[in-house]
Structures are given as structure tokens and as C-alpha cells.
């Protein structure tokens, strides 16, 4: 029997583990094959490697849920404890290649919660992929909206994101509108480059089969037959949200990205993205995903860093 122990830093012990440990009590019901036991700020694991993993997956992403919403319950412990179950039952159809880049590499979900997100997206017509830069939640995003494309299930791709902050002041920047949006949507671009062909790209560009644009030309819209990805929705206000969840029109997908540790919105502004998954939380049909920093998959410092300022946060 092998062991594991997790030593936890800067938790409350009875936000997370629960009052008289009911979280981790829990927990241990689910693998009753297997021996957690909690004592102070150590939980031990005791069982079997496969058992072992499927544990320490379930404690991080309990630990990334009490780092963003400061308390672990009950009703948090049992969803995680089927999600993880799901994702072990699950097909491998999650790890297959999603579209094949211009330069000719595959393009697929890489970790875990990047395999989650592909899941959600084809469970959901609505799906929050909520965590820090570089976790590929954008750039999976993109790859789920071009597949989409090129199976002809969507005719058109429309990707936005709020430019300049939230407020979308782009007056004081020189140029006409697109070179004024440009650098903001720069990511997407070069994400699409990677995917579509510059030609093809073009084409699509120009005949609004792909359409990028800042959020605010999406009001009075009614978005149908698209695959829609909202991107940077951190910084949204609760307003600007609202007004583009109730684009959806019919046959329509959409993905909204977010970090809610960028947020650039002035301090007396709530962000439209924390709001909504507040309120959003409990519907049928809306995926929520969070990502973390074991799905960094820019250089190997990244998640390093990710990981001192989140010490250093707390």
C-alpha cells in the first residue's frame, strides 16, 4: 500500500476540510478501498497508485475552488467526486485531435481540465472556462470553434472580447477602427493563424464567416447558427454580461474565457464574469470549468510563477 501526504498552507482547516472533517469524511466514503485520514494540516492517503491519483486530483481541485471562493461545502466535495468519476469512465474522445494545424501539428486537449473543457463544450450549448493566462482555455476554445466549422455545424465563428478595459474607450488610439481593436484581439488571431490557413482565413474574414470584434458590436444581436467565444470576460461589467448571453440565438455554442485575478475594471466596478457565475451556477445546460496552473502549457517557468504569486496573493 502505498502513501501520500498533503501538507495544506495558508486554509482555513474548517472552510476546507469542514466542520469535524465532514469534506474529507466524505471523500473517504467515495473510496472506501483506500485510507484518508486528516490530522491537523496533513491529510495522509493511503491505497492503491491509480487510487492514490484520483484523490490528489480531487484535493487540488477542491484546494483551486477554496482558493477562488474561500470555502469548500458539502454539495462541492460530492460534485468533484463525480466529475472525477465521469472523467475515468469516460470515452477518449476528449484526446482526440480537435483540428490539425496549418503547419501540419495536432491540435488537442493536452491536461485534464482542458479535456474537461472539450467535454463540457459538446455537453453544453453554454460553457464558463474559468482560469489563469496560459492554460489554453482560449486557445482550446478556438480549436473547438473551427472544428465546428469545418464539420459544418455552425456556419460562422464570432469571437469578441472588451477592448481597452471594459469601458471600450478606443478615441485617444490613432487609426481607424480595426487598427484601433487590433492589438486586443491579437490573440485570437494568432490563434487562428495556427488553425486556418492565411488565405482561407482571409476568405472567411472578409465574407463575415469568422467575425472578431469588440464586445460592444454584439448588442442588439441575435447570434444564430455560430460557434460564439467571449474572451477576457473578466472584465466585463455585470451590464455588458447580461447583454451578450442574451445574444444566443438558435443552433448557436458559446465559450466564455476568463481570469478573475486580471481583473481591470476600476475598483468601484464588479466584474460581469463573477456575477454570472454566481447566478448562472445551478442551471441545467451551463458548463462550468476551472483551470489551474498544472494546465499551463506555455514554458515550464510559467506555472512556477503562477504558483509564487498565488503564495504571495494569499
Same mark, same amino acid.
Given at each position: ?99 490539425? /494545424?496549418?503547419?501540419?501539428?495536432? %491540435? ?5 481540465? @482542458?479535456?474537461? $473543457?472539450? !467535454? ?128 444566443? /440565438?438558435?443552433?448557436?455554442?458559446? %465559450? ?5 485575478? @486580471?481583473?481591470? $475594471?476600476? !475598483? ?47
Amino acid at each position: 500500500m502505498l502513501e501520500k501526504i498533503i501538507t495544506l498552507e495558508n486554509v482555513s482547516l474548517v472552510d476546507f476540510l469542514g466542520v469535524e472533517n465532514q469534506n474529507i469524511k466524505e471523500l473517504a466514503t467515495a473510496f472506501p478501498e483506500s485510507k484518508i485520514i486528516s490530522r491537523g494540516n496533513e491529510i495522509r492517503i493511503q491505497g492503491t497508485a491509480p487510487q492514490i491519483l484520483q484523490i490528489n486530483d480531487i484535493l487540488n481541485s477542491l484546494l483551486s475552488h477554496y482558493n477562488r471562493f474561500g470555502k469548500v461545502t458539502h454539495d462541492n466535495v460530492v460534485s468533484f467526486i463525480k466529475k472525477e468519476d465521469e472523467d475515468s469512465q469516460a470515452p477518449t474522445s476528449s484526446d482526440e485531435v480537435l483540428v490539425y /494545424g496549418t503547419r501540419g501539428f495536432k %491540435i488537442q486537449a493536452k491536461t485534464k481540465n @482542458q479535456r474537461r $473543457l472539450v !467535454k463540457s463544450a459538446v455537453e453544453n450549448d453554454l460553457v464558463f472556462a474559468i482560469g489563469p493566462a496560459g492554460t489554453g482555455k482560449t486557445y482550446i476554445s478556438v480549436a473547438l470553434a473551427v472544428k465546428a466549422l469545418k464539420n459544418k455545424d455552425v456556419k460562422k465563428i464570432i469571437i469578441t472580447r472588451p477592448a481597452v478595459e471594459a469601458g471600450e474607450n478606443l478615441g485617444f488610439l490613432p487609426g481607424d477602427l480595426q487598427e484601433k481593436i487590433d492589438p486586443y484581439l491579437r490573440p485570437i488571431y494568432d490563434a487562428l493563424g495556427d488553425m486556418v490557413p492565411s488565405e482561407k482565413l482571409k476568405y472567411y474574414r472578409e465574407n463575415g464567416v469568422i467575425e472578431i470584434a469588440p464586445l460592444a458590436y454584439m448588442r442588439g444581436r441575435t447570434l444564430n447558427n455560430a460557434y460564439v467565444l467571449l474572451d477576457e470576460a473578466q472584465n466585463t461589467t455585470p451590464m455588458q454580461l447580461k447583454m451578450f448571453l442574451t445574444r444566443m /440565438g438558435p443552433n448557436s455554442k458559446v %465559450i466564455i474565457t476568463g481570469d478573475g485575478s @486580471q481583473i481591470d $475594471l476600476p !475598483k468601484n466596478q464588479h466584474s460581469g464574469l463573477a456575477e454570472a457565475i454566481k447566478v448562472l451556477r445551478d442551471i441545467k445546460g451551463i458548463g462550468f470549468v476551472e483551470l489551474d496552473g498544472s494546465d499551463v502549457v506555455r514554458h515550464k517557468l510559467v506555472k512556477d510563477i503562477i504558483k509564487a504569486y498565488d503564495k504571495h496573493d494569499k
